[in-house]
């Protein structure tokens, strides 16, 4: 290994405003290494990698690249210099192919010089080399999402990338896709390759990373080896404080079913059925999970449920009560109405309105309820006192009603949205995505909420991408594949076997042994 680092920054400062993003930071990475970068939200881990993939400018500081101070004036600068970045959200175009969506951009490549077929045949060459195997005349939009950040990697080999920078790269995969990824990321290191990865998730970093680095409120406050550390320690360098990293949670004590439903089909705006079939019940006093890669139903089920979306067919019970939804026409109000709470998964689409002031937030949904109304008029007295006591309840900073939704960070956004829903004291609550882009000492927060409100005899469906989060807080696991439920499972249940299934590859053992065959 070189002992010229691949990347050096040098109190690299940047500022948005009063806002300081980036203070002072120094940043070594070994060629060579994956190197992972964590921290809470707002940490300033985006921020960084942007400068140094020409995004924003630094205030001042120093970028080098091989040993050499470098100017990164943009994101062709960095290519030119060897830095290649995979996105949260790949930018594909979805009807191009893989072998066009590589090229685009490179179109003065010397590559092409000699046509497609030469960009063919080195496409080809870095599948082999890399693992990274994909037909390169399938269309983006028929591709499954760990085939798509495949071709993103491509994208950045075909440009001659030695720097790879992955921003939080196993959100939209399942785990046996996730695994595959790392395989993927240690034969670019084995060939020299530099990774430097960006994730929320410290299994990840202590699984494939060398080195690791926390930041925290914009600064850079250590950097370990990763074999020399713990996700204890790492979990504490980025909030600042002991953090739990499990749930703590005695068993379930179910009573009777609040929410059963039954034969559900949903079709969506095209005429595709993207819920097929679906039958599961929530009973008082536990949490029931649904796991599965984002895209297979799971949004549409909530939606339904929640009444913002129609449904084909089927029937719904709460506390007993049966609603036709092929036929009714309930709202989410009269939803709200039968005693049914609904943290969205899209906080800001669905959840928020950002330019309004947390207390105006703290009632969306609720704003006719007597307590916050004088006659024709708004109480707003009340409704502040309100806000401001579910501030102080659920530890939402800065604790200032006043403030507008959009400057709080996405974790106290999402205590917002969870204070308004929980607070109304639902029978069944309906969550969606509850950490998506929450930092960790939040998630502690919010999962220590839900296994609260469980125990207090609610009924609890829970909607996760976040296969660790399923498993550490639901008492069943139902398992959805292409709007089915395609098995369930206890709250012991195995994680490879979970991935399996939401990989839509079916039980063997189990149907062999329903078939009478021995295995």
Do not use: C, W
């Not at 970028?63 to 990164?72: H, N, R």
């Not at 949260?88 to 077929?117: C, I, K, P």
């Not at 709250?491 to 042994?513: F, Y």
Request: without cysteine.
């Amino acid at each position: 290994m070189s002992e010229t680092p691949a990347i050096e920054l040098r109190r690299i400062n940047k500022s948005f405003g009063p806002v300081h993003a980036n203070k002072d930071i120094d940043l070594v990475v070994k060629k060579g290494s994956i190197h992972g970068i964590i921290g809470e939200n707002g940490a300033g881990k985006s921020t960084l990698m942007s400068i140094l993939y020409g995004f924003y400018h630094a205030d001042n500081g120093d970028i080098l690249v091989d040993g050499k101070t470098v100017t990164i004036a943009d994101s062709k600068a960095a290519i030119g210099l060897g830095i290649g970045m995979v996105h949260q959200h790949f930018m594909l175009v979805d009807n191009f192919t893989v072998l066009e969506n590589v090229v685009l951009g490179a179109e003065d490549s010397a590559l092409l010089a000699g046509g497609l077929n030469r960009a063919r045949a080195e496409l080809k060459r870095l599948e082999e080399e890399y693992e990274l195997r994909v037909d390169p005349d399938a269309l983006i939009q028929d591709l499954p999402v760990g085939l798509q950040q495949r071709v993103e990697i491509l994208k950045a080999l075909y440009r001659s990338a030695e720097v790879l920078i992955l921003d939080e790269p196993t959100g939209v995969l399942t785990p046996p896709e996730a695994d595959h990824l790392f395989k993927i990321l240690e034969v670019l290191k084995n060939e020299g390759k530099t990774v430097l990865l960006i994730t929320h998730k410290l299994r990840e970093i202590m699984a494939v990373t060398d080195t690791v680095s926390v930041m925290r409120r914009g600064e850079m406050v250590a950097t370990r080896e990763t074999k020399s550390t713990s996700r204890e320690e790492l979990a504490e360098l980025m909030v600042g404080r002991s953090v739990l990293l499990r749930v703590d949670k005695k068993p379930a004590q179910p009573k009777a079913p609040v929410l059963e439903v039954e034969n559900l089909n949903i079709t969506d705006s095209r005429g595709v059925k993207v819920v097929k079939d679906v039958s599961f019940t929530v009973r008082a006093g536990e949490i029931v999970g649904i796991a599965g890669v984002s895209g297979n139903g799971q949004s549409e089920l909530l939606e339904t449920l929640s009444g913002i979306r129609r449904a084909t067919g089927g029937t719904l019970k709460i506390n007993g009560e049966t609603i036709d939804l092929g036929t009714a026409t309930l709202d989410a109000a009269d939803m709200r109405a039968k005693s049914l709470g609904h943290v969205p998964e899209d906080r800001h689409r669905m959840g928020l309105i950002n330019s309004f002031a947390e207390y105006e937030n703290s009632i969306l949904g609720h704003h006719r309820d007597p307590a916050y109304s004088k006659g024709l008029l708004m109480d707003l007295g009340a409704i502040r006192k309100s806000a401001a006591a579910q501030i102080g309840k659920y530890d939402i900073r800065p604790p200032n009603e006043m403030l507008k939704t959009a400057n709080f960070s996405g974790g106290n956004q999402q205590k917002i949205v969870l204070a308004r829903e929980i607070e109304r004291d639902p029978d069944v609550l309906l969550v969606g995505q509850p950490t998506r882009g929450v930092d960790i000492g939040a998630i502690e927060f919010i999962h220590r909420r839900l296994v609260e409100l469980r125990d207090a005899g609610k009924g609890i469906l829970l909607v996760s991408v976040e296969l660790d989060e399923i498993r550490a807080l639901s008492d069943r696991v139902l398992v959805m594949f292409d709007g089915r439920i395609v098995g369930e499972r206890g709250a012991d249940a195995d994680e490879g076997e979970l991935g399996l299934l939401m990989a839509g590859i079916e039980d063997e053992k189990r149907v062999a042994q329903a078939q009478g065959v021995a295995i």
